[in-house]
């Protein structure tokens, strides 16, 4: 079955930069049907769309959260069925749960399908 | 953007009893192609979300047939028809019409 699963640091000190992976399995990253994302949920709060990107490289960000666009690269290793996400000049407003996932742009079942089981990163000093 | 709004933000339930949720949109989510693309996510404490409906009330699989979902437009409910222990958590709905996607804000379900 579909698997995803995110590794990156638990602690990053500000103005740092986050790295995040998510390894699939299950499944190649390889598709045009699907593309991968990044969602990250604030402590205690609801859940905020990063951006997403597909295999051949198009990528999206999320257009209301403008300063995360000129701070974020997502990318995708096909050869190691991972996709990855590097966010710079990290802050405390940065401090949130970071969650890989699959989702879909077209069909009945448009959205969000499968999670990691997210990665926990506090901004400290 | 497209705003979703749920209500109640929490709920406590008895064990067997119904639940029902709210989602209401900004805008209508009926796409061009005529289909509605609002999802349902359930989180559990420490866990990430698993999504429950898709297009308002397709459930995906393994979801258990006590969840169904209705609606149209803009105004949307999920509703558990016996709540077992299980069930506790947060529940989201995420409408996947309009780019950027948008989740609501979560409803808090307990139980009582």
């Known amino acids: 079955q579909v698997q995803l699963q995110e590794s990156g640091p638990g602690l990053v000190k500000p103005s740092q930069t986050l790295s995040v992976t998510c390894s699939v399995s299950?499944?190649?990253?390889?598709?045009?049907?699907?593309?991968w994302t990044w969602i990250r949920q604030f402590p205690g709060e609801g859940l905020q769309w990063i951006g997403y990107i597909y295999f051949s490289g198009y990528t999206y960000y999320t257009p209301s959260n403008p300063s995360l666009k000129t701070r974020l690269v997502m990318s995708v290793d096909s050869s190691r069925n991972q996709f990855s996400l590097r966010l710079n000049s990290m802050t405390d407003a940065d401090t949130a749960v970071y969650f890989c996932?699959?989702?879909?742009?077209?069909?009945?079942?448009?959205?969000?399908?499968?999670w990691g089981q997210g990665n926990l990163v506090t901004v400290s000093s | 953007d497209v705003v979703m709004t749920q209500s109640p933000l929490s709920l406590s339930v008895t064990l067997g009893q119904p639940a029902s949720i709210s989602c209401r949109s900004s805008q209508s989510l009926v796409d061009a192609d005529g289909n509605t693309y609002l999802n349902w996510f359930h989180q559990r404490p420490g866990q990430s979300p698993r999504r429950l409906l898709y297009t308002i009330s397709t459930r995906d699989s393994g979801v258990p047939d006590r969840f169904s979902g209705s609606g149209s437009g803009t105004l949307f409910t999920l509703k558990l028809s016996g709540v077992e222990s299980e069930d506790v958590g947060v529940y989201y709905c995420?409408?996947?019409?309009?780019?950027?996607?948008?989740f609501g804000q979560g409803t808090k379900l307990e139980i009582k």
């Open positions: 299950g499944v190649s990253v390889i598709t045009d049907d699907y593309f």
């Open positions: 996932a699959r989702g879909r742009n077209s069909g009945s079942s448009r959205g969000v399908d499968h």
């Open positions: 995420m409408q996947g019409s309009h780019w950027p996607y948008t």
